[in-house]
């Protein structure tokens, strides 16, 4: 053992120094001697003093390399475990003997390799978790029990910076805040603090849904904090309430027709009708009510097909002169009918889109009219208008139907292009041979050809439909 080691070193030192210092006193003593009955007393002497100096020397020499063997590996020892309380885990201790000092270093050695094994798989654990939270999409923050953010990845970042710059109210005018608690979170924070057990809700910011789940940060069963993971619901709450109001369009939109055709089929089987004349107006109603579900039908699939990804595009060379001539040709005896104008404007040179897809331009150019003819009154005008444009060094075909109806509402116009959406509330549904869906197609279609639509609109003055095509092919 070390103490036994020390103890036994320190026995030696002790009995060199009783052996000096009796020494020592002998000389002193001879010194007092009376001589005169010694014949060799004063080289006796000279002898006891010179023993005694030089058992003095070693004896401190002996003394001295003692205490250097016992101190000097102590000293490795310490100046290696501050070195390990700084950081350096690499430090090690020399072993140049094989006693209890030995084995003491041999032992902190193994000691430091531990610790060194230790923290390096701490370090890994701690890269490796680092790593999995930057790589999220959900925003994590932690909070300790003041409130404070004490760990966040790079997305809880940005949203903590987006949400320090809003002003938070509630209905009452009154909001409690804590720490750097975000407002919304402040009351799932709380109860989770409270109660210790995990919490979920889902929290509205400005526009934005989000979905909320927060857990304790427990220490010796005390909470110490709460982590939050919070994932941007939006979109998907969106889609759910744009899944429901599908269905629920769809459903009323076959209901009318579907009412008209067994109300009218009815009253043919119940010979209601008093003349062929009557007969054949029930007949025509059931036959309109009837092209009406097929052309909702039809849009639907469309719809549903674009959006996909599988509706099959002819792309070619389109002349989109012929084709707005053809277009205007179309409508031109239903617009006479109407008592609206209709006209077109193209320059002389020739308009050709290098990749497109004839059919579905004009499946655009015919929903754009027949929009703008239902909403267009008697003695109004109707304008369409095609030209090529430079943006950003590029060649686009812009294409603007314009007309002197009854306009959209500011408020109605960033829903235009949803499905079944319609402005016009008044209008009822019989009134009208429309689906909802036209606009919806038409986007669709102009972003399959990488092409943007725009609309501008005053109530009472009409609205223009621009449409913006590249030229070339990508």
């Given at each position: 053992m070390l103490w036994k080691s020390v103890v036994g070193k320190l026995w030696i030192t002790i009995i060199l120094l009783v052996a000096v210092v009796l020494i020592i006193l002998g000389v002193f003593l001879l010194a007092y001697v009376d001589i005169e009955f010694f014949d060799y007393a004063h080289d006796i002497k000279v002898l006891f003093v010179v023993v005694g100096v030089i058992g003095f020397l070693l004896t401190t020499f002996f003394a001295f390399f003692l205490i250097t063997k016992i101190t000097q590996p102590l000293t490795q020892l310490k100046k290696a475990a501050d070195r390990i309380a700084q950081g350096d885990y690499r430090s090690?201790?020399?072993?140049?003997?094989?006693?209890?000092?030995?084995?003491?270093?041999?032992?902190?050695?193994?000691?430091?390799?531990?610790?060194?094994?230790?923290?390096?798989?701490?370090?890994?654990e701690k890269d490796h978790l680092s790593s999995v939270l930057r790589s999220m999409a959900d925003a994590v923050i932690t909070f300790d029990a003041a409130g404070k953010v004490i760990l966040t990845n790079p997305e809880g970042q940005r949203l903590m910076e987006q949400w320090s710059t809003l002003e938070w109210s509630d209905p009452s005018g009154t909001f409690v805040t804590y720490g750097e608690v975000p407002a919304p979170l402040y009351d799932l924070y709380r109860k989770v603090v409270r109660e210790g057990h995990d919490q979920s809700a889902k929290i509205n910011v400005m526009s934005g849904v989000w979905s909320v789940?927060?857990?304790?940060?427990?220490?010796?069963?005390?909470?110490?904090?709460?982590?939050?993971?919070?994932r941007n619901v939006t979109e998907e709450y969106k889609l759910e309430k744009l899944r429901r109001d599908f269905v629920a369009n769809v459903?009323?939109?076959?209901?009318?027709?579907?009412?008209?055709?067994?109300?009218?089929?009815?009253?043919l089987m119940d010979d209601i009708a008093a003349s062929p004349e009557e007969r054949q107006e029930l007949v025509q109603v059931i036959h309109d009510e009837s092209l009406r579900m097929s052309r909702l039908v039809k849009d639907l699939l469309d719809l549903a097909r674009m959006e996909a990804g599988h509706l099959q595009m002819n792309m070619g060379q389109v002349d989109v002169q012929a084709l707005i001539t053809r277009v205007h040709r179309k409508f031109q005896v239903y617009a006479k009918e109407r008592g609206i104008r209709l006209r077109y404007e193209c320059p002389e040179r020739p308009l050709l889109l290098q990749h497109a897809d004839e059919d579905r331009l004009e499946q655009v150019l015919t929903n754009l009219l027949d929009n703008a003819l239902r909403h267009t009154s008697e003695d109004e005008g109707i304008f369409i208008q095609a030209d090529v444009v430079q943006i950003d060094n590029r060649p686009f075909l812009q294409?603007?139907?314009?007309?002197?109806?009854?306009?959209?509402?500011?408020?109605?116009l960033p829903f235009i292009f949803e499905r079944f959406y319609k402005a016009d509330k008044a209008r009822t549904r019989a009134s009208s041979s429309g689906t909802g869906l036209g606009l919806a197609i038409v986007k669709s279609i102009i972003e399959s050809h990488r092409g943007t639509i725009r609309v501008e609109s005053q109530l009472g003055e009409g609205t223009a439909f621009s449409v913006l095509l590249p030229v070339e092919a990508h």
């Open positions: 090690r201790v020399q072993i140049r003997s094989s006693d209890e000092i030995g084995d003491l270093s041999h032992t902190f050695n193994h000691m430091a390799e531990e610790v060194e094994m230790l923290i390096k798989d701490l370090s890994h789940v927060m857990a304790p940060l427990k220490s010796n069963n005390h909470v110490r904090g709460a982590v939050a993971v919070m459903s009323h939109e076959i209901r009318t027709p579907l009412s008209m055709l067994q109300g009218y089929s009815e009253a294409l603007v139907v314009k007309d002197e109806g009854q306009g959209i509402p500011s408020e109605d």
